[in-house]
C-alpha cells in the first residue's frame, strides 16, 4: 500500500486512517499545499498524498516509524519527517477548525448527537495508552495493559490545543480511575458541569470505560440507550482500528 488512492475498501480505509476517504481527500486538498517540496538533483520529493498518508496513519494507529515506514515505502528519519510536517501544517492552518462549540452552536451540536443516540451530549473524553519499555523493580505488572503491553496511561483534552493534560498513570489502570485522578475531575462539579478558561460552561461525558460523575443515580431509559450506544460506538471503532493491525 504505497498511496491511500488505491485504497478501495472503505472500512479498510477508514481502519488506517480513522476517516472516511471523502474527510482525508478534503484534508489533504487543504494541507497539500504545504506540503509541497521542490525536486532537488539529489532526490525527488515525496508527493504530498504519500506524506500526509503516512503521518495520518501513524496518528490513528500509534504503530511505529519503522512500521509506518515499510507500509508508505519511505524510511524511518522520512516517517518522522513526514509526521512532523503534517504536524506544523495542521497547527498552522487549521488552528480553530476544531473547536469546542460557543453557546450559539451549542443547540446545534447536541441535536446531532442526539440523532446519533446520544442525549444532552456535546463532546467526548477517553484515555489513550504511551508503550514503554518493560518496567523493572518488580512495577512490571502495574503496566502491563489489557493489550498485553506495557504502557503509561495519558487523558488529554484539547481543541486544536491543549487544555488539559494528564499523564503517566501505570497501563493497568482502568479509565475510570484514571479520570476520577486526573486534574480535570477536579474542576467537574456536582452536575457535571466543567468551567473553561474562557469561562464557559461545558458538559464532560465520558466514554464507555470511564466513569460516572461524583452524584450518581438511578439511570433514565434515555440514558440506557445512550450508553448501550456509546459502548457499541467505542467497540466498533476498536475493532475497525484493528482491521489489518498486526502488532509488532
Known amino acids: 500500500m504505497r498511496n491511500p488512492r488505491f485504497i478501495n475498501d472503505s472500512k479498510r480505509f477508514k481502519s488506517y486512517f480513522s476517516m472516511p476517504a471523502p474527510l482525508f481527500k478534503r484534508l489533504q486538498d487543504r494541507l497539500g499545499p504545504r506540503l509541497e517540496r521542490q525536486h532537488t538533483t539529489i532526490r525527488q520529493p515525496i508527493e504530498p498524498a ?16 519503522d512500521r509506518v515506514g515499510d507500509r508508505f515505502g519511505i524510511a524511518h528519519a522520512m ?3 513526514c509526521t512532523d510536517r503534517v504536524t506544523k501544517a495542521i497547527l498552522d492552518n487549521m488552528l480553530g477548525l476544531i473547536s469546542f462549540p460557543d ?3 451549542m443547540p446545534g451540536t447536541i441535536a446531532k448527537f442526539a440523532r446519533g443516540g446520544f442525549a444532552n451530549c456535546a463532546d467526548g473524553i477517553d484515555c489513550t495508552h504511551f508503550f514503554i519499555e518493560k518496567p523493572g523493580n518488580g512495577l512490571d505488572k502495574d503496566y502491563y495493559d489489557r493489550t498485553r503491553q506495557y504502557s503509561i496511561v495519558a487523558q488529554c483534552v484539547s481543541d486544536m490545543r491543549i487544555l488539559d493534560l494528564d499523564a503517566g498513570w501505570p497501563g493497568s489502570l ?7 485522578r486526573s486534574s480535570l475531575y477536579e474542576c467537574v462539579g456536582p452536575a457535571g458541569m466543567a468551567v473553561r478558561q474562557d469561562g464557559e ?9 470511564d466513569g ?3 452524584d450518581s443515580a438511578a439511570p433514565t431509559q434515555t440514558q ?7 459502548c457499541k460506538m467505542k467497540n466498533d471503532l476498536k475493532n475497525r482500528q484493528q482491521l489489518g493491525y498486526t502488532p509488532s
Open 103 to 105: 453557546a450559539e452552536a
Open 201 to 209: 460552561e461545558g458538559v464532560e461525558e465520558g466514554g464507555s470505560g
Open 50 to 65: 504519500r506524506v500526509s498518508a503516512a503521518a495520518l496513519n501513524r496518528f490513528a494507529s500509534g504503530e511505529s516509524y
Open 212 to 214: 460516572a460523575g461524583r
Open 79 to 81: 516517517a518522522i519527517e
Open 224 to 230: 440506557r440507550r445512550t450508553y448501550s450506544n456509546k
Open 174 to 180: 482502568h479509565d475510570s480511575r484514571v479520570s476520577c
